[in-house]
């Protein structure tokens, strides 16, 4: 006997969006059977889990606020990985765009600043400066892979530990808050310089409404413009592309500079929209959990979207779990690793059928 | 179905190999239909059939690669089931490929002891090369390494790997394909001798007159199904052909009467180094082309044809814009992009990857090399509309068969896909083509097709570089022919003025004058 | 119709019920660590400290945690048991501060503790210990022990807590060994075994004999002990990880702190608090003196005993700084805790500079 993955002849559309959806339901029930060898029922899992975060508004809101960082980060990687480009440092633009967006807060502090202008300038200049720190900082992998043939992998992840030491200095150091006993913490921003709440009371900041901006912008660039044919043509068949006339080095620099910039807005939205100050560690490993999101959402922004907010949906059905089932923390990283790899076991089983052969030929 | 010729002899005789009701499926696609072979000892069958008949299926089940879906393959009476190449060289089967697998930085004798067993000691591989290449006639000299050795030699090495297993059916895949006329002709009398020593041998070609000359059976596929098997011998190259494509194929007819306008393109003196160890660089090319002019450019693979293609078409930039003129412009320095506004239109050898993104809809490959055009995009945006009307106009002119209203490239026949590619650009009405192997891997119906709208857009009055590797084609629509051979190009000659042997001995690198002065 | 409206409002207040009952029963009690509960010293010690509380109060009250709970993504954690009935809510690390904070404003009903901050609100306490009396005990013990003269010390990041710790080990080192030299490696985690044994490493290669760690695994003082040197625990006992090198360790003992919070809260009498106990209060514990010889466990001893009757403070005055200058306030007998709280200078004989 052996066991063959054969090519299919065709792919089809319907399958590429069902697969997914199939990989999510095989992965609860795997989850399910985990739950239940934990001796807890797999049902209340399951409602506490996906159901009741859906149908609460607090939770609905949590849910858009977690996801939020996840899906910017995730759209601009998408332009990376569509034209094979492996941006691993999104958690570094992430951060230097928190700390450079949040500078412009600590410099226009109590009001400081403010005389002419007034205030109404720093939430945008925040902004703008975040996602433009982001993209210098993306820019520096590209570059040296454009100039020199330097792997972009290697730089890229390792300009992530520059970035979290340059933002923990800063803290410990030049920006702390002389009145914090030492510690190492930034003042809380001043309310002109957090971003506005979508919702009085919540927690739903301005950021959530630009992730979505985003993302809707992000696919209509790839599927409609010039540019975002160029993206998919160098990713799928490079040689074809500099047929077509495009230049590898503009692009790779392009699609860096908008992961960057995208990573850099999301770390400043997440510093002024939901931590309201600079600590030594402003993110959770969000640039990494976002390359997932990239692939979940197979690289299309629509489908980062929706990736995001499953994501989002795991960590907040895990801590409900743990609060209200007393199921352990783990459970959610291995539901989590569960779903992905249905996800990737989906892909497969989409492109190859599996045939098994028997000794019948013989 | 036509009868089998078998001579009373191989009546008598057990087949060595007898294939019997083999069917393989991918999917709902049948590539082998219930086919029944039998190759016997001494014989050389050449299997033919056009692209996408089913032949490379078929050789490999042979081979061990693939397993049938039905049927049996008997081994001298005997049913074996063949689960690698491994099973299959054990039992006597030799396959030499069209692509050569070897090691350009290892010796002659490293790269043929990779294939030997384990327990072989390197001591003795340089010897048995020698004696087996001694036996049949051919040199090889073991230590040289392979990157020095042309591609005749590096054949040798396939060819000799396999007769160190001793097989009793060797099987060759397109072998001349990357052959001077004289390799080929080597060639040829290595066959012969391996015929009579009884082996047998199962050669699969496009060219009909080979296989008229060497072959003693043969079998052509169409659509996965045994059409015919026949002694090519006693059949025209015109009748074969019409087995393999199941209707008369069209002869290729040039305008009875060219009229050449003015000098479209101009080359002067272009040099361009080698992009990597294994490239060639391009020394002082020349040629001049008019309007309505056909300008043929032969060369044994390898010979800096993808390098010329790359510099006439702006994928490699030349330094000095000077070096290449389009309708008078200097355009050496500028990239494709540029050079397609200037009226120019290019069609590479490789049509999966680089003419077309085997991924992308068959609209989407319009965008790939008409995106600077106006109506293609504005405003930076692609109109895909405007695409599927320019791809369904390609679709209906060129009579590309395809499934689907809008398929993936990859999905389309080698054939289909040249037609497309083709047809995206002499639908534009380019002033200058530089196409490369316009026709190679397509079957005869589309290369008929291809080579005839390649005629009529010079008789519009474009002036065209056809690069190719087959003498055939570029002595059917050239009109005049020069020859590539080790990053030089030699002056181009009236193709009615041109023989055969004094273009194959420019392609072996061997001065024409001298040859004609004796 | 109306059969499914009853059957339907029967349901509702049957879970109604349900779980009104056990909020009306019972206390709801939520704790939030910053680590794993098997890292088996910080959030490891704040966990016992809650077993212990749920054992000693019994039916009275229901408690939940929270583990791994980023500290730049705990907002919502805390609020998700505040939302979920948890009356009373412990956030154990620093860095929860703020967010316990602005949820203690939209929950004005719920009580909040937050370990180790300043911040403090009418329903949010503070609490920590005084670890550093600790450090001075097994400074003591250091300086007697060591043959070599130089100890070793894994620090995790330069905040007030860690720096008035070095300051206090150093002066205990000092009242027994004037020569002692202490050489200080910054490892940039509260937890990573692989970077804090590292750290080890690099400082047994530079001669110490006895490595002293402010982080939270066990993976220094497993060093000392692969080495065959000397080592003390941080947290929690690490006996069982190094039985031959631990001298003692320092214990963060937060049982009595919970249970009395709890109880507080029980009977209503619950305020806003800002506690900082030691060893006096059983807060901090010293761990078995172990392999020391009988006169240098009784000095230990004895000196914890002192500690804990407040007959010594380890930064009695004179404190000089590097400078020689004394941070004394004048007449006082000891630093305020203020001056200790906000740390961030060495005493006078550390070679070394506070990371800034």
Not at chain 2, 161 to 185: F, W
Not at chain 2, 290 to 313: D, K
Not at chain 3, 323 to 340: F, H, I, P, S
Request: aromatic share 8%; charged share 20%.
């Amino acid at each position: 006997m052996r066991i063959d993955l054969e090519p299919r002849a065709g792919r089809s559309r319907i399958a590429e969006w069902v697969a997914p959806v199939g990989a999510l339901i095989a992965a609860m029930l795997i989850g399910g059977l985990l739950v239940a060898a934990l001796g807890k029922s797999p049902v209340q899992a399951f409602f506490v889990y996906f159901v009741d975060p859906l149908t609460e508004a607090w939770s609905l809101q949590e849910l858009a606020v977690k996801a939020t960082p996840l899906v910017m980060i995730a759209v601009g990687l998408s332009f990376c990985f569509r034209a094979n480009l492996w941006n691993i440092g999104a958690e570094g633009q992430f951060i230097i765009g928190g700390a450079m967006g949040g500078w412009i807060a600590l410099l226009t502090h109590d009001g400081v600043g403010q005389s002419v202008l007034g205030s109404w300038w720093i939430v945008p200049a925040m902004l703008a400066f975040g996602a433009f720190c982001g993209l210098l900082y993306a820019l520096i992998p590209a570059l040296l892979r454009v100039w020199l043939g330097v792997s972009e992998i290697l730089t890229s992840l390792m300009l992530v530990y520059i970035a979290q030491l340059f933002l923990d200095y800063m803290v410990r150091g030049p920006w702390r808050d002389p009145k914090g006993f030492n510690f190492p913490v930034t003042v809380n921003f001043d309310p002109v310089a957090t971003l506005p709440m979508l919702a009085p009371g919540g927690r739903l900041h301005a950021g959530v409404a630009l992730a979505l901006i985003v993302a809707l912008a992000a696919a209509l660039v790839m599927a409609r413009s010039l540019f975002g044919y160029e993206v998919r043509l160098v990713g799928s068949a490079p040689r074809a592309a500099r047929f077509a006339g495009f230049s590898e080095s503009k692009l790779t620099l392009a699609v860096f500079a908008i992961s960057g910039a995208l990573a850099g807005l999301a770390g400043i939205c997440e510093v002024a929209g939901q931590i309201g100050q600079l600590q030594p560690s402003i993110s959770p490993g969000y640039g990494f959990t976002a390359i997932i999101v990239a692939f979940l959402g197979r690289l299309s922004p629509i489908g980062i979207l929706v990736a995001g907010l499953v994501l989002a949906l795991t960590y907040i059905g895990g801590e409900s779990a743990q609060v209200t089932m007393k199921l352990p923390f783990y459970l959610t990283g291995a539901f989590q690793g569960l779903l992905l790899m249905c996800v990737l076991a989906a892909d497969v089983f989409t492109r190859y059928r599996l045939v098994i052969q028997t000794g019948r030929r013989a | 179905m036509i009868e089998a010729p078998v001579s009373k002899d191989q009546a008598a005789a057990e087949p060595l190999v007898r294939i019997r009701g083999v069917t393989k499926r991918f999917g709902s696609f049948t590539a082998n239909d219930n086919i029944d072979l039998d190759l016997f000892a001494g014989e050389n069958h050449a299997l033919l059939g056009e692209n996408g008949a089913g032949k490379s299926t078929l050789v490999k089940m042979i081979y061990g690669l693939i397993a049938p879906t039905e049927g049996t393959i008997l081994w001298r009476g005997a049913a074996v089931a063949l689960k690698n190449p491994e099973e299959a060289r054990a039992l006597g089967i030799g396959m030499v490929f069209q692509h050569f697998s070897l090691f350009d930085n290892l010796t002659v004798a490293e790269n043929v002891a990779l294939s030997l067993p384990r327990t072989e000691s390197l001591k003795t591989v340089p010897d048995r090369i020698s004696d087996i290449a001694s036996r049949y006639g051919f040199a090889l000299e073991p230590d040289r390494p392979v990157w020095t050795l042309s591609a005749g030699q590096r054949q040798r090495i396939e060819i000799v790997r396999c007769l160190l297993q001793d097989p009793h059916l060797l099987i060759l895949d397109e072998p001349t394909s990357v052959l001077t006329p004289q390799e080929a002709e080597a060639l040829f009398g290595v066959l012969d001798r391996l015929r009579g020593e009884g082996r047998a041998l199962l050669y699969i070609s496009h060219k009909l007159d080979e296989v008229k000359r060497i072959c003693d059976r043969a079998t052509v596929l169409r659509h996965g199904k045994v059409v015919a098997t026949c002694n090519p011998r006693e059949e025209s190259a015109r009748s074969l052909a019409a087995l393999m494509v199941g209707s008369q194929v069209k002869d290729v007819k040039a305008a009875a009467d060219r009229t050449y306008g003015g000098e479209r393109i101009r080359v002067d003196g272009l040099n361009l180094p080698a992009g990597d160890m294994h490239g060639v660089s391009l020394q002082s090319i020349s040629m001049s082309v008019r309007g309505g002019e056909v300008l043929g450019v032969a060369g044994i693979a390898g010979n800096g044809q993808s390098e010329l293609f790359a510099a006439l078409s702006g994928e490699a930039a030349a330094r000095d814009a000077n070096a290449i003129r389009f309708d008078g412009g200097a355009v050496g320095a500028d990239g494709v992009t540029q050079r397609r506004r200037r009226n120019a239109a290019f069609v590479p050898e490789e049509r999966n990857g680089h003419a077309a993104a085997p991924d992308f809809s068959l609209s989407e490959n319009v965008v790939l090399s008409r995106h600077a055009e106006s109506g293609v995009t504005r405003s930076g945006f692609v109109d895909y509309g405007r695409a599927q009307n320019l791809a369904g106009s390609i679709i209906s002119s060129y009579d590309v068969r395809k499934a689907g209203p809008d398929p993936a490239a990859r999905t389309l026949s080698g054939g289909n896909l040249q037609k497309f590619v083709v047809g995206r650009e002499i639908l534009r009405e380019p002033g200058v083509l530089i196409i490369d192997q316009p026709t190679w891997g397509v079957d005869a119906a589309a290369a008929a097709a291809i080579r005839q709208a390649i005629l009529d857009l010079a008789a519009r009055g474009a002036a065209v570089v056809v690069i190719s590797q087959d003498l055939d084609e570029l002595f059917e629509i050239s009109d005049r022919i020069a020859v590539i051979h080790m990053g030089r190009l030699s002056e181009a000659k009236p193709a009615g003025a041109v023989t055969r042997e004094e273009i194959g001995l420019l392609m072996a690198g061997t001065a024409s004058g001298d040859a004609r002065a004796h | 119709m109306q059969k499914i409206a009853s059957i339907a409002s029967t349901i509702t207040l049957a879970l109604a019920l349900s779980t009104g009952a056990l909020a009306a029963d019972k206390l709801k009690i939520g704790f939030v660590y910053v680590g794993p509960v098997g890292d088996f010293g910080y959030s490891y010690q704040h966990d016992q400290g809650r077993l212990a509380m749920q054992k000693a109060l019994g039916d009275k009250v229901e408690t939940t945690f929270l583990e791994n709970v980023p500290e730049n993504d705990s907002e919502r954690s805390i609020e998700q048991l505040a939302r979920t009935g948890h009356k009373l809510i412990f956030t154990t690390s620093f860095g929860y501060m703020d967010p316990t904070l602005k949820v203690a404003k939209k929950y004005p009903d719920v009580m909040f503790e937050h370990a180790t901050g300043y911040k403090r609100d009418k329903n949010v306490a503070t609490y920590s210990a005084r670890f550093h009396e600790g450090r001075y005990v097994i400074g003591q013990i250091a300086g007697k022990m060591t043959k070599s003269n130089t100890i070793g010390y894994v620090a995790a990041f330069p905040i007030p807590e860690v720096v008035s710790g070095i300051n206090s080990f150093y002066l205990g080192a000092l009242s027994t060994n004037p020569n002692v030299k202490l050489k200080i490696v910054w490892a940039n985690t509260w937890f990573d075994p692989g970077k804090e044994a590292d750290a080890a490493k690099a400082l047994l290669a530079q001669g110490a004999d006895i490595i002293s760690q402010h982080t939270d695994s066990a993976a220094p003082l497993q060093e000392a002990e692969k080495a065959g040197k000397l080592g003390f625990g941080q947290a929690s006992n690490m006996e069982r990880f190094a039985p031959k090198a631990q001298l003692s360790a320092i214990i963060d003992d937060w049982s009595g702190y919970y249970t009395a919070r709890a109880q507080l809260a029980l009977d209503g009498k619950w305020t806003s608090t800002d506690t900082w106990d030691g060893i006096g209060k059983k807060m901090v514990i010293m761990a078995p003196f172990k392999n020391m010889p009988d006169d240098v466990k009784a000095m230990a001893e004895k000196t914890t005993a002192a500690i804990g009757s407040g007959a010594l403070n380890p930064f009695k005055c004179p404190v000089l700084d590097q400078a020689g200058k004394d941070q004394c306030k004048a007449g006082a007998a000891a630093l305020e805790d203020g001056q200790v709280l906000s740390m961030n200078w060495y005493v006078k004989g550390i070679d070394d500079k506070v990371p800034q």
